[in-house]
C-alpha cells in the first residue's frame, strides 16, 4: 500500500494482492512506493501552476466535415468549425518546433498548414523541400497565396486527409505535426482520452522518416513529459529530447491552451 496526506492531498493507492507479482515483496513495495511519490509530486506541481492559466473558454462541438467547411482567417487567428485552429501567441513555439525539423536542411513534412507560422520560419531556417499535407480547402488556398511569396523554394501541397494521402509519400528529413481533429470522435479519441492528440501518428512519422530523422508536434505538455508519454515516444523512436518554450500569452478565452509554456520535443529515428 501507498498512503500520502497532505493538508492539501491525500492519497492512497490499495493494490489487489495479485497485482504487480514481483519476485520479491521488497520490489514491489519499492514500485508502488516510486510510483506513489511521483504520483503525488505530479499533483503537487498542478496544484502550483495552476494559479497561472488563463480563464480559457467553451469550445463548440465540431458540428459539420472538414474538407469543404469555411476557413475563417484574422490577423490573430484561424477559425475552422468555430474550433480555434490556431492563434498567433503560438509563434514562439512554432518557432521551436520548426528548428528541430528544420535543423539538417534538407526534405521536410508538415501535416496541417495552418496559418503557415511554422512553414514561413522553415523557409527562413533554409530547407531543401516543403511538403504539407492539408484537409481543408480554404487553407489549401491560403498555402497558394503563402507560396507565392516563396518563388525560388521547393513548396508543395497536397489537399486530402493525411490518412489517405500520407500512405502515397516517402521519406522525410523533419517531419512535423500540428494539425487539428476533424470532427468530435478524433477530438474525444485522441484529444481528451490519449495522452497526446500526436500521439496516434507517431508510427506514421517513424514510418516516414530517414534514419536519423526528426519528429516534432504540438506536446500538450507543460513543462515536462509524463511516463506515458516518454513509454510511446520510445515505442517508435530511438531517442527523444526536451525544452520548454516559457512565456507563451494564450488569449483568455482560448479553446485549447492555458499555460504560459509548453513542452517541444525533438524525437529522432
Not at 466535415?65 to 485552429?85: K, N, P, T
Request: net charge negative; proline share 5%.
Amino acid at each position: 500500500m501507498f498512503r500520502h496526506r497532505s493538508a492539501k492531498l491525500a492519497v492512497t493507492v490499495q493494490p489487489a494482492d495479485d497485482f504487480m507479482p514481483t519476485p520479491r515483496a521488497a520490489q514491489r513495495a519499492w514500485w508502488l512506493q516510486r510510483a506513489g511519490e511521483e504520483l503525488v509530486d505530479d499533483l503537487m506541481h498542478l496544484d502550483v501552476l495552476s494559479t497561472g492559466l488563463v480563464a480559457g473558454s467553451d469550445r463548440p462541438a465540431i458540428a459539420g466535415g472538414w474538407r469543404d467547411s469555411d476557413a475563417h482567417y484574422a490577423a490573430d487567428e484561424l477559425i475552422i468549425e468555430g474550433q480555434q485552429v490556431m492563434q498567433d501567441w503560438e509563434a514562439p513555439l512554432m518557432r521551436a518546433m520548426a528548428a528541430q525539423v528544420a535543423a539538417s536542411g534538407g526534405d521536410v513534412l508538415e501535416i496541417g498548414f495552418g496559418m503557415g507560422i511554422s512553414a514561413t520560419y522553415m523557409q527562413d531556417m533554409g530547407i531543401r523541400s516543403y511538403t504539407v499535407l492539408e484537409a481543408n480547402e480554404d487553407v489549401a488556398e491560403a498555402f497558394a497565396h503563402w507560396q507565392s511569396g516563396f518563388p525560388d523554394a521547393t513548396t508543395t501541397l497536397i489537399l486530402g486527409p493525411w490518412q489517405e494521402t500520407l500512405p502515397t509519400l516517402g521519406l522525410y528529413d523533419g517531419i512535423f505535426f500540428d494539425t487539428y481533429p476533424a470532427d468530435e470522435d478524433e477530438f474525444m479519441r485522441y484529444v481528451v482520452d490519449d495522452v497526446t492528440f500526436a500521439a496516434h501518428f507517431f508510427p506514421h512519422a517513424a514510418a516516414h522518416l530517414r534514419p536519423g530523422g526528426v519528429f516534432s508536434y504540438y506536446s500538450n505538455e507543460i513543462d515536462s513529459l509524463s511516463r506515458r508519454h516518454q513509454r510511446r515516444l520510445l515505442e517508435h523512436f530511438s531517442s527523444f529530447s526536451v525544452e520548454v518554450v516559457r512565456d507563451l500569452l494564450p488569449p483568455e478565452d482560448c479553446h485549447y491552451w492555458w499555460s504560459n509554456s509548453m513542452a517541444v520535443v525533438r524525437a529522432v529515428k
